[in-house]
């Protein structure tokens, strides 16, 4: 296991919330505290050590070891010898004071500043290094230290973030490289967060720095009395490896046997195990709700949301595209349907793998099978014929970290035809294309049952360019019960504004559901329904027994508060006070506050609403949603110049944003000045460049001023969204404006452009609609 880079995490999961529709211990202190866990304790790694010899050995020096440590000359791997590592022409210096280690770099005022290294980050590819300020928030350095060899490009310091400025999120002192929400949780043991959201401070402890045995076991106290019980008695303690601990980390499948027909060995039994649950944790895209519930031997969704297959994470056919941990990606595969654990493949303690890759995949998959010559036909003993080459295909992360796509898919090249998803085939045959690689496989495997199979990538694709298909394509892969539950939850999830019969069947049918992930991706997916609708399908989910699903629930149907009778607010009432409760753990950051202040407004309680939009924007400026929904509430209240202070504020503070100068051109709109309006209408679409509405709504507003203009921007809605639709806009805009020259050369190019998707009939009618 690399590093885990933790940036990210939180804003897919709660930020989602949001309205708007984008999207130490002191930390100073080496004593380990005993925390209260239901009634065990922590009692730290070192009490392992006397009856667990071997796997401490196995354990120490591994990356869980190594997650976190102090800066000493023991954990500190990079160059501070005075060295000095220059960044766009400008210096920055690793040094020491004594035993201490110093860098001099850009602070957050353009100045250089010296910053004490308090902890290290990882160990390998690389290591991160963190500075610990007065407000107990620890914050990573931009900076990091290659420490692969330097025959492999190593031994030297980097910018892991080169593009950022002080204004982004993931700039190094603001919220996006902060360890205390980031990436805490993950890298030690026992973490409580404890911020104070008055004081904007923290002072977050944990029992162990690093990723200890109780990290995975859970508190041992009881295990270590049983043992100290056991040895005064002259027994033995029990032979169960969870005995004494309040979860089972055993594999799900104890035998493999062999069946007729079949070339994988299949589980002869599938027994209940915590261990998938328990690595989840950290090696998920989540975000946090809560430091009390159980996700081991509870549902997940109690403490952490999981992101589920979204455009911002996997490509359409689940591939990772953003870092997504592993489990987001195992919970595609039919190795987790099949009982496959974690440590099938890792050795839990060393979290390398158990035995020779080319012998991982030989343990359940019979060889004789899967020789060069009747499967990857590439020749031997070579990379290409290694199973992990097609089937766990590696995406480079933070510049010198490849991770490895943990869903095993089948290379599907006749998918990357036709909605372009990456494929193993092609992305090493360079020179080749994806007909070729078609061609190779149909000759190779021509009795395959993968060989142009119905894939639910194809119903997200056609959502993503609006295709007027995608809805009923989405409701059925929802209802498909071949395809897992978390593909099934996200066709759920990215059904939201279709409002079709399929579309309805689906969601009656999730919300029975008995897996809380695809009833969790109703929520979502019922937004297009009016409120009236929408209360009749989600408010069986109001009394959901999972955390996430009820929240989620309450959070969404509040919005509709005012239109609720009393028997509706009574009975969102202790669901929302869960939700309430997820955002205030989550105040430190700008989606938290902004999700109170919703809920504020909806409520009715306007004041307050107003005050923590204000004091999301202050702990977190550059947060976007937090100016849109302010300004939305401004507008509600008629307050047109208010509105438009809060988005020029939220632009001038998000220079990056898209979504602020598209909602200010609507504004401008509103207050009449087309101008300003086409300017910043212009600016979101550029800024976006790969959103078709913004292209499109900026279009429709140039009609009146520049017809030419307005075409190509249309155009360039419909290239970036694959949308028809937008194509027949641009052709109604150069009917309407129709005259002889460049604006009817530019109407034929179009309608000889739509008539390849539309009937005749159509372009008829718009021919027609000139001499009108």
Same mark, same amino acid.
């Given at each position: 296991?690399?590093?885990w880079?933790?940036?990210?995490?939180?804003?897919i999961?709660?930020?989602?919330l949001v309205?708007?529709?984008?999207?130490?211990?002191?930390?100073t202190?080496?004593?380990?505290?005993?925390?209260?866990?239901?009634?065990?304790?922590y009692?730290?790694?070192?009490?392992?050590?006397?009856?667990?010899?071997k796997?401490?050995?196995?354990w120490q020096?591994?990356?869980h070891?190594?997650a976190m440590?102090?800066?000493?000359?023991?954990?500190?791997?990079?160059?501070?010898?005075?060295?000095?590592?220059?960044?766009?022409g400008?210096?920055?210096?690793?040094?020491r004071k004594?035993?201490?280690?110093?860098?001099?770099?850009?602070?957050p005022?353009?100045?250089?500043?010296?910053?004490?290294?308090?902890?290290?980050?990882?160990?390998?590819?690389?290591?991160?290094y963190?500075?610990?300020?007065?407000d107990g928030?620890?914050?990573?350095?931009?900076?990091?230290?290659?420490?692969?060899?330097?025959?492999?490009?190593?031994?030297?310091?980097?910018?892991?973030?080169?593009d950022?400025?002080?204004?982004?999120?993931?700039?190094?002192?603001n919220?996006?490289q902060?360890?205390?929400?980031?990436?805490?949780?993950?890298?030690?043991?026992?973490?409580e967060?404890?911020?104070d959201?008055?004081?904007?401070?923290y002072?977050?402890t944990?029992?162990?720095i690093?990723?200890?045995?109780?990290?995975?076991h859970?508190p041992?106290?009881?295990?270590?009395?049983?043992?100290?019980?056991?040895?005064?008695?002259?027994n033995?303690?029990?032979?169960?490896?969870?005995?004494?601990?309040?979860r089972?980390?055993?594999?799900?499948v104890?035998?493999?046997?062999?069946?007729e027909?079949?070339?994988?060995?299949?589980?002869?039994?599938i027994?209940?195990?915590h261990?998938?649950?328990t690595?989840?944790?950290?090696?998920s895209?989540r975000?946090?709700l809560?430091?009390?519930a159980?996700h081991?031997?509870?549902?997940?969704?109690?403490?952490?949301?999981?992101?589920l297959?979204?455009?911002?994470?996997?490509?359409?056919?689940?591939?990772i595209?953003?870092?997504?941990?592993?489990?987001?990606?195992f919970?595609?595969?039919?190795?987790?349907?099949?009982?496959?654990?974690?440590?099938?493949?890792h050795?839990p303690?060393t979290a390398?793998?158990k035995?020779?890759?080319?012998?991982?995949?030989?343990?359940?998959?019979?060889?004789?099978?899967?020789m060069?010559?009747?499967?990857t036909?590439?020749e031997?003993?070579?990379?290409?014929s290694?199973?992990?080459?097609?089937?766990?295909?590696e995406?480079t992360y933070?510049?010198?970290?490849?991770?490895r796509d943990?869903?095993?898919?089948?290379p599907?090249p006749d998918?990357?035809?036709?909605?372009?998803?990456?494929?193993?085939?092609t992305s090493?045959?360079?020179?080749?294309?994806?007909?070729?690689?078609?061609?190779?496989?149909?000759?190779?495997?021509?009795?395959?049952?993968?060989?142009?199979?119905?894939?639910?990538?194809?119903?997200?694709?056609?959502?993503?360019?609006?295709?007027?298909?995608a809805?009923?394509?989405?409701?059925?892969?929802?209802?498909?019960?071949?395809?897992?539950?978390?593909?099934?939850?996200?066709a759920?999830?990215r059904?939201?504004?279709?409002?079709?019969?399929?579309?309805?069947v689906?969601l009656?049918?999730?919300?029975?559901?008995?897996?809380?992930?695809i009833r969790?991706?109703?929520v979502?997916?019922?937004?297009?329904?009016?409120?009236?609708?929408r209360?009749?399908?989600?408010?069986?989910?109001?009394?959901?027994?999972?955390l996430?699903?009820?929240?989620?629930?309450?959070?969404?149907?509040?919005?509709?508060?005012?239109?609720?009778?009393?028997?509706?607010?009574?009975?969102?009432k202790?669901p929302?006070?869960d939700?309430i409760?997820i955002q205030?753990?989550?105040?430190?950051?700008?989606f938290?506050?902004?999700? @109170? !202040?919703?809920? %504020?407004?909806?409520? $009715?309680?306007?004041? *307050? =609403?107003?005050?923590?939009?204000?004091?999301? /924007? +202050?702990i977190?400026?550059?947060?976007?949603?937090?100016?849109?929904n @302010? !300004?939305?509430? %401004?507008r509600?209240? $008629?307050?047109?110049? *208010? =509105?438009l202070?809060?988005?020029?504020?939220? /632009? +001038?503070?998000?220079?990056?944003?898209?979504?602020?100068p598209?909602?200010?051109?609507?504004?401008?709109?509103?207050? $009449?000045?087309s101008? *300003? =309006?086409?300017?910043?209408?212009?600016?979101?679409? +550029?800024?976006?460049?790969?959103?078709?509405q913004?292209?499109?709504?900026?279009?429709?507003?140039?009609?009146?001023s520049?017809?030419?203009?307005?075409?190509?921007?249309l155009?360039?809605?419909?290239?970036v969204?694959?949308?028809?639709?937008?194509?027949?806009?641009?052709?109604?805009?150069l009917?309407?404006?129709?005259k002889e020259?460049?604006v009817?050369?530019?109407?034929?190019?179009?309608?000889?452009?739509?008539?390849e998707?539309?009937?005749?009939?159509?372009?008829?009618?718009?021919r027609?609609?000139?001499?009108q």
């Amino acid at each position: 296991m690399t590093q885990w880079a933790c940036w990210k995490q939180a804003v897919i999961g709660l930020a989602a919330l949001v309205s708007f529709s984008l999207f130490a211990q002191e930390v100073t202190s080496n004593t380990p505290k005993s925390i209260q866990s239901s009634t065990l304790t922590y009692v730290g790694s070192e009490a392992c050590v006397d009856c667990h010899k071997k796997e401490t050995e196995a354990w120490q020096g591994s990356h869980h070891d190594m997650a976190m440590r102090h800066a000493d000359a023991e954990s500190v791997l990079g160059d501070f010898n005075d060295h000095t590592f220059t960044f766009e022409g400008k210096p920055n210096r690793f040094y020491r004071k004594g035993e201490e280690y110093w860098v001099n770099i850009q602070g957050p005022d353009g100045e250089w500043h010296d910053y004490k290294i308090s902890y290290t980050f990882a160990w390998e590819p690389l290591q991160q290094y963190m500075v610990e300020f007065e407000d107990g928030r620890v914050q990573l350095i931009p900076f990091a230290w290659d420490s692969r060899t330097k025959q492999e490009g190593g031994q030297r310091w980097f910018h892991l973030y080169p593009d950022t400025t002080p204004k982004d999120e993931f700039y190094w002192t603001n919220t996006g490289q902060n360890w205390n929400f980031m990436c805490a949780d993950c890298h030690s043991t026992n973490l409580e967060k404890n911020y104070d959201a008055k004081a904007n401070t923290y002072a977050t402890t944990w029992s162990e720095i690093n990723v200890g045995c109780e990290a995975c076991h859970g508190p041992a106290s009881e295990h270590i009395e049983l043992a100290k019980q056991a040895e005064k008695s002259g027994n033995t303690i029990a032979s169960a490896n969870h005995y004494g601990f309040d979860r089972d980390l055993g594999m799900a499948v104890k035998e493999w046997v062999y069946e007729e027909g079949h070339s994988t060995l299949q589980p002869k039994e599938i027994a209940m195990t915590h261990q998938v649950q328990t690595c989840a944790q950290c090696h998920s895209r989540r975000t946090q709700l809560n430091e009390s519930a159980d996700h081991v031997k509870g549902s997940f969704l109690d403490k952490y949301r999981l992101s589920l297959i979204t455009p911002e994470l996997y490509y359409h056919d689940g591939q990772i595209y953003d870092e997504d941990y592993v489990y987001g990606s195992f919970l595609q595969s039919a190795m987790a349907e099949k009982g496959v654990t974690c440590t099938n493949c890792h050795d839990p303690h060393t979290a390398e793998l158990k035995i020779p890759e080319e012998a991982v995949c030989a343990q359940c998959h019979i060889a004789s099978d899967y020789m060069p010559e009747n499967h990857t036909f590439h020749e031997a003993n070579t990379e290409a014929s290694q199973c992990t080459t097609c089937h766990m295909p590696e995406t480079t992360y933070m510049q010198v970290d490849p991770r490895r796509d943990h869903s095993w898919h089948v290379p599907r090249p006749d998918l990357s035809q036709h909605i372009n998803t990456p494929n193993v085939c092609t992305s090493c045959h360079e020179d080749e294309t994806n007909q070729w690689a078609v061609q190779k496989i149909g000759e190779w495997f021509p009795n395959s049952k993968y060989r142009n199979q119905q894939h639910f990538a194809v119903a997200f694709y056609a959502d993503s360019i609006g295709h007027r298909g995608a809805p009923d394509a989405l409701a059925y892969s929802a209802q498909d019960a071949s395809l897992s539950d978390i593909i099934r939850a996200s066709a759920l999830e990215r059904m939201g504004g279709n409002t079709g019969q399929n579309t309805l069947v689906s969601l009656a049918r999730a919300v029975k559901h008995d897996s809380d992930m695809i009833r969790l991706g109703a929520v979502a997916g019922s937004s297009g329904y009016e409120f009236s609708d929408r209360w009749q399908i989600l408010e069986p989910l109001l009394s959901d027994p999972v955390l996430s699903v009820r929240a989620e629930a309450a959070g969404a149907l509040v919005r509709h508060y005012p239109e609720m009778n009393p028997l509706q607010r009574d009975k969102i009432k202790q669901p929302l006070e869960d939700y309430i409760a997820i955002q205030r753990f989550n105040t430190d950051r700008g989606f938290g506050r902004t999700n @109170l !202040a919703n809920v %504020y407004r909806d409520l $009715g309680e306007t004041d *307050k =609403a107003i005050a923590s939009y204000q004091k999301a /924007i +202050e702990i977190e400026p550059y947060f976007e949603n937090s100016y849109a929904n @302010l !300004a939305d509430l %401004y507008r509600a209240q $008629g307050n047109d110049k *208010k =509105a438009l202070e809060t988005l020029m504020a939220g /632009i +001038e503070a998000q220079p990056k944003s898209s979504a602020l100068p598209y909602s200010a051109g609507l504004a401008w709109l509103r207050v $009449g000045d087309s101008v *300003k =309006a086409n300017q910043y209408l212009k600016q979101a679409a +550029e800024t976006s460049e790969q959103n078709p509405q913004y292209w499109y709504v900026y279009g429709l507003a140039l009609e009146k001023s520049d017809v030419l203009a307005a075409s190509k921007a249309l155009n360039t809605a419909y290239k970036v969204g694959g949308n028809p639709q937008h194509l027949f806009a641009e052709c109604e805009v150069l009917a309407r404006n129709y005259k002889e020259g460049a604006v009817a050369f530019a109407f034929e190019q179009c309608v000889k452009q739509l008539g390849e998707f539309a009937p005749a009939d159509v372009v008829q009618r718009l021919r027609a609609s000139i001499n009108q």
